[in-house]
């Protein structure tokens, strides 16, 4: 657990660096097809999801015949306004391996993010690749966690996103992101291991055509 230190590292490396000039790319993905429920109860027919004792509903579910994708957030929350998010992605249509994903994630990261160090580490299974990273934008810092795992020809990924707001303010800025550094520190074994025991949802992919 000591390699995810870098990560926590990377949120001060790339502070200043953003300030001048990042801009939000817009990487919540719009998928090809997709279906929105509601945030703020429960539907029989979608159960929530729980992730650290506290419940996540579903907010998106939409891709195409290779990946399919649903993200997760807390009552009243939605992907403009929330702290924290769960996602799910499965490869149905594509036969490809868990590590092949895992290296995709990181290429799009490290492209994006030339220099920030992120963690890849091999999980306690066979397939289980383990990946995370903190990355900075001019409002924003989120921190990112993702299992990969292989289900048959098809991986599946389960990913978790700690989302702070940043100040513009320089020295309120780099408090808010050592903030998220310590909460990262102190926060990431369990999140971890909560993301050991989540599975895909038996409605899944319920609405792919």
Known sequence: MKKYILTILSILIIAVAVIAGAQNSGDQTAVASSQTASTQEEDPLVPAIEFEGKKFYLGHSGGDAR???TQYFPSGADLQSYNEMISIRTYDGVSTTSRKVASSIISHFT?????????????NRPGEWEVSYTETKPTYAEFNLFRIIQNGKHPVVFQYTRRINLPTEKEARQQALEALGKEVEDNVGGWLDSLRVLRVPHFFRTSKK
């Open 67 to 69: 990946e399919w994708l």
């Open 111 to 123: 492209k994006n993010n030339k220099g920030v160090p992120f963690d890849f580490l091999q999980g």
